[in-house]
């Protein structure tokens, strides 16, 4: 299994429900999305990474900004069409995702909905850090052992403030609550004072990055 299966198996479970809120406390957005429509915009980002770009299984997307909304689907977008997503590593020959927000959804939305690439295979390089490279296979294994090591019960929601510019934070702000079956909010630039309060209207169970009082931390 893959981590484009994990969405594949969400979105046939309940792809209604929401999995991404996003806040940017510095400009005041607020973005959700759910299953569907994740699932949805990765499938578009493959036919653009494929297609405009001439990506192939392995090649290499690094996520800048990585803390937009739109790197999480950049990386979706990767990962279903086999690419593999740099993190913490000089990689000269990565393509930077999303980049200037505009400009990608400008180049993502008119792309077929339909997935015009073959499957990738789950033995496809899909994440690149400092000291190793996991396989699509691999992440989606990881990621589940950590749901289950830390308890994320399915329906989990987890209040993020991590980027996607480490393994930790793409664990604990896309893969293990995607494999939990749960959802995560996730903060951008995040204004401290507010994150009790946010937890509280966002019904977060767990957090990632940051402390809120009765709720378990999923890293250290």
């Not at 993020?160 to 510019?165: F, G, H, K, Q, V």
């Not at 480490?166 to 293990?176: M, Q, R, W, Y």
């Not at 995607?178 to 509280?200: I, M, P, Y």
């Given at each position: 299994?893959?981590?484009a299966?994990?969405l594949?198996?969400e979105l046939?479970?309940?792809?209604?429900?929401?999995?991404?809120?996003?806040?940017d406390?510095?400009?005041?957005?607020?973005?959700?999305?759910?299953v569907?429509?994740?699932?949805?915009?990765?499938?578009?980002?493959?036919?653009?990474?494929?297609?405009d770009?001439?990506?192939?299984?392995?090649?290499?997307?690094?996520?800048?900004?990585?803390?937009?909304?739109?790197?999480?689907?950049?990386?979706?977008?990767?990962?279903?069409?086999?690419?593999?997503v740099c993190?913490?590593?000089?990689?000269?020959?990565?393509?930077?995702?999303?980049?200037?927000?505009?400009?990608?959804?400008?180049?993502?939305l008119p792309q077929?909905?339909?997935?015009?690439?073959?499957?990738a295979?789950?033995?496809?390089?899909?994440?690149?850090?400092?000291?190793?490279?996991?396989?699509?296979?691999?992440?989606?294994?990881?990621?589940?052992?950590?749901?289950?090591?830390?308890?994320?019960?399915?329906?989990?929601?987890?209040?993020?403030?991590?980027?996607?510019?480490?393994?930790?934070?793409v664990?604990?702000?896309?893969?293990?609550?995607?494999?939990?079956?749960?959802?995560v909010?996730?903060?951008?630039?995040?204004?401290?004072?507010?994150?009790?309060?946010?937890?509280?209207?966002?019904r977060?169970?767990?957090?990632?990055?940051?402390?809120?009082?009765?709720?378990?931390?999923?890293?250290?």
């Amino acid at each position: 299994m893959s981590v484009a299966d994990l969405l594949a198996a969400e979105l046939r479970r309940d792809g209604a429900r929401p999995f991404l809120t996003w806040y940017d406390d510095a400009t005041g957005e607020r973005v959700e999305l759910s299953v569907l429509t994740l699932a949805n915009w990765a499938a578009k980002t493959a036919n653009l990474l494929a297609d405009d770009h001439s990506l192939e299984p392995g090649d290499l997307v690094r996520l800048a900004p990585p803390d937009h909304w739109l790197a999480v689907v950049a990386a979706m977008g990767a990962w279903t069409m086999g690419a593999c997503v740099c993190v913490s590593v000089d990689a000269a020959d990565a393509l930077d995702l999303p980049g200037d927000a505009a400009r990608f959804m400008a180049a993502v939305l008119p792309q077929p909905d339909a997935l015009l690439t073959s499957p990738a295979p789950a033995t496809s390089p899909a994440l690149r850090g400092e000291a190793k490279t996991w396989t699509a296979a691999e992440l989606a294994d990881a990621a589940r052992h950590a749901a289950h090591e830390h308890a994320v019960p399915s329906g989990a929601r987890v209040l993020s403030t991590l980027p996607l510019d480490t393994v930790t934070g793409v664990d604990a702000s896309v893969l293990v609550p995607l494999a939990a079956g749960g959802s995560v909010v996730w903060c951008a630039n995040a204004d401290k004072t507010r994150l009790a309060e946010r937890a509280r209207m966002e019904r977060a169970t767990h957090t990632a990055g940051c402390d809120v009082a009765g709720l378990p931390r999923l890293t250290d």
